[in-house]
């Protein structure tokens, strides 16, 4: 990674660091610190250099070893640099002992703090503000130190006052339980209504797109959906779930979920809080899993989608693995090398449209091996339901008839059962 220039005097500079442990090749640690710099960039930071220390194990007390910490700061201090983030997660009392080091002139930011901060810039509906907030206080309970006091000012209330002999800290630490649980309560009534939006939808094919962040599914369900949605460049661009119906025609339709992205080492306190959000996956019927063809990590990013997805308890079968940005590879070996080792797969470009019939076609054959085809009479009192049959189901063929119409139809065995019931009545 080489040195930036300095940019806009209003952002932060900052210095990376990398523990490499001997079951990590050099080749995976540079990969770790490329993600890290993008995170650190889409956080607003300008990263200036960065710093890979080989090691047997971590150091408990400073994660790297007091020496070498030292040095670290000394560097940051000649570059008159504001931030120093580890790539991985640091302990409370690892933090403790390195912010202590620098006098509290320089921010120590571990990549949990870094991608919490990330996902607090850009929440934006209530649910996700609330999972952000609880998320961040979580992390932050057993890290409190002297540089967050005085939390009454920002939460204030009835309560806030420390009884006899409270320390400040103490005082601090018990707002942040307070918060959590008032947050929590929040949630459970955000997700009761969630629940009950959704019921409404039970009948309806669902497909929900999960991949790595930033693997284009804003692109690709504005591709499939026709609709306009949120697309950017960068790590966490939408972190609230995007839903648009889909009709295809032909009597199949769905609901079509975007997600939050995956990451690898995404903090256990976030998809915990996510865990609502990322329901739109459990409760799907087919799950689209988009990867970026001109990742040379890709695989190692379908292996981290897994491992959100079974850290959620979610063992889908019906997969259907997209990788997308096809455009963006130039080189057709290596095109030719990804199809083989991914047969299944389907290969697109959600920006230029490239196979997207494919994809769709795919979609199509999957939803109707779920379909059943049934006789419908309806008698000429009944045509009122005419119009909801068309919508809901594939009509195959009509016969029109003196006494009716006769209908050979297809669809969810739930819809048709729901259609009859009535027409019945």
Avoid at 56 to 69: C, E, R, S
Avoid at 157 to 162: I, K, L, M, P, S
Avoid at 305 to 325: A, G, R, Y
Avoid at 335 to 364: C, M, Q, R, T, Y
Wanted: aromatic share 4%.
């Amino acid at each position: 990674m080489q040195s930036k220039k300095r940019q806009a005097e209003n952002k932060e500079l900052a210095l990376l660091v990398a523990v490499q442990l001997s079951d990590c090749s050099d080749d995976q640690i540079q990969v770790q610190l490329d993600e890290l710099e993008l995170l650190a960039e889409t956080a607003g930071a300008v990263v200036e250099d960065c710093i890979i220390q080989k090691r047997a194990k971590i150091d408990a007390a400073t994660f790297i070893g007091k020496g070498k910490v030292s040095s670290i700061i000394e560097q940051a201090k000649e570059l008159k640099l504001q931030l120093i983030i580890f790539n991985d997660e640091l302990s409370p009392t690892q933090i403790k002992n390195i912010q202590k080091l620098t006098g509290d002139s320089i921010k120590i930011l571990d990549r949990t703090g870094l991608i919490l901060d990330i996902f607090d810039n850009h929440a934006r509906s209530r649910e996700a503000k609330t999972q952000i907030k609880l998320a961040r206080l979580e992390y932050m309970l057993p890290r409190l130190t002297r540089q967050w006091t005085h939390l009454e000012r920002q939460m204030g209330g009835v309560g806030t006052r420390g009884g006899p002999g409270e320390t400040q800290i103490e005082i601090d630490r018990r707002l942040i339980r307070n918060q959590i649980t008032k947050l929590k309560l929040d949630l459970k009534k955000i997700q009761k209504q969630h629940s009950t939006q959704t019921q409404s939808r039970n009948s309806i094919y669902k497909i929900a797109l999960v991949g790595y962040t930033n693997a284009g599914k804003s692109t690709l369900m504005k591709s499939l959906s026709g609709s306009d949605v949120y697309i950017q460049d960068q790590l966490f661009a939408t972190l609230d779930t995007t839903t648009r119906k889909v009709d295809l025609g032909g009597g199949v339709s769905f609901i079509l979920s975007d997600t939050v992205g995956f990451i690898r080492k995404l903090p256990h306190d976030l998809v915990a809080s996510f865990r609502s959000t990322l329901s739109e996956v459990k409760d799907a019927d087919l799950i689209l899993r988009v990867c970026d063809a001109s990742s040379p990590q890709m695989q190692s990013h379908i292996k981290t989608i897994d491992q959100v997805l079974k850290s959620l308890n979610i063992t889908h079968e019906n997969q259907l693995t997209v990788i997308n940005k096809v455009d963006l590879v130039d080189d057709e070996d290596l095109l030719a090398g990804l199809e083989k080792s991914n047969p299944d797969a389907i290969f697109i470009s959600a920006h230029k449209s490239l196979k997207i019939n494919v994809l769709k076609k795919s979609i199509v054959g999957l939803i109707k091996s779920n379909f059943i085809r049934k006789s419908l009479k309806l008698r000429f009192n009944q045509l009122k339901n005419i119009e909801m049959i068309y919508e809901d189901l594939n009509v195959i063929h009509r016969i029109d008839k003196y006494d009716g119409i006769e209908l050979e139809v297809e669809g969810k065995s739930d819809m048709l059962k729901k259609i009859e019931n009535i027409i019945n009545k």
